[in-house]
């Protein structure tokens, strides 16, 4: 268990819908970073929060936009949903850099 | 563009036997690390090199950092079922907050 916590696990959903996921970060981590991972793009980095504020962006669409609250949780909107966004999102928290981060068992989305 | 390409891509293998996965960019890396996941799971860490030229062992595996760190290797003795899973080398460029994953070595170990 590595302490990063990620609803749902599993979510399926229809084209042009939009679907909110949810990170809890290790307690005392201050970054949450958010990835994708399918089978065509390997795993991509898409945005990153440090105690509240947007730190670095990666290859983030337009349709995605995160969040980081207060008490640390993230959450990641994906809007106007299409078959391609189907894939595995991992949220990883870290107190410092990237390359120490944990990741999350992630979210299945699946856009049928 | 993908950044850093692993080889191979798949490996399945007999236990006992003992293998090598490359990583390799053209871009130079301030620190490279390398994951393991498994099905359903999240990569977890397995090493992280920073110095060029670095070696750093986990009981059978070792890991190597090309002398200019633009490369990398991950060799395992004497695989076991065990280290069956996705090999995943990741790697940060200068003070950047992301990381650079590579495209992956599937690797399956049969008794």
């Known amino acids: 268990d590595s302490g990063v916590t990620q609803t749902p696990k599993h979510l399926i959903t229809a084209t042009g819908q939009r679907v909110t996921l949810r990170c809890s970060p290790r307690?005392?981590?201050?970054?949450v970073y958010w990835y994708q991972q399918s089978l065509d793009q390997g795993l991509q980095f898409l945005i990153q929060y440090y105690n509240g504020e947007e730190r670095a962006k990666g290859n983030i669409l337009e349709r995605f936009s995160a969040q980081q609250f207060p008490d640390l949780h993230s959450e990641l909107n994906l809007s106007s949903l299409e078959l391609g966004d189907s894939a595995l999102y991992f949220c990883a928290s870290s107190v410092g850099g990237p390359s120490v981060a944990f990741f999350g068992q992630g979210t299945r989305l699946t856009v049928v | 563009t993908q950044l850093l390409e692993q080889s191979p891509q798949f490996l399945s293998i007999q236990e006992g036997e003992n293998l090598t996965v490359y990583c390799n960019s053209s871009s130079v890396f301030s620190s490279l690390q390398w994951y393991r996941q498994e099905p359903g799971e999240g990569p977890v860490l397995l090493v992280t090199v920073v110095t060029g030229g670095e070696v750093k062992k986990l009981k059978r595996l070792t890991f190597q950092f090309g002398d200019a760190r633009k490369d990398s290797s991950l060799h395992i003795t004497a695989a076991q079922p065990g280290d069956t899973g996705l090999y995943l080398c990741?790697?940060?460029?200068?003070?950047?907050?992301?990381?650079?994953f590579g495209t992956g070595t599937q690797l399956k170990v049969e008794l």
């Open positions: 307690s005392g981590d201050l970054s």
């Open positions: 990741a790697g940060q460029r200068g003070g950047g907050n992301k990381l650079t």
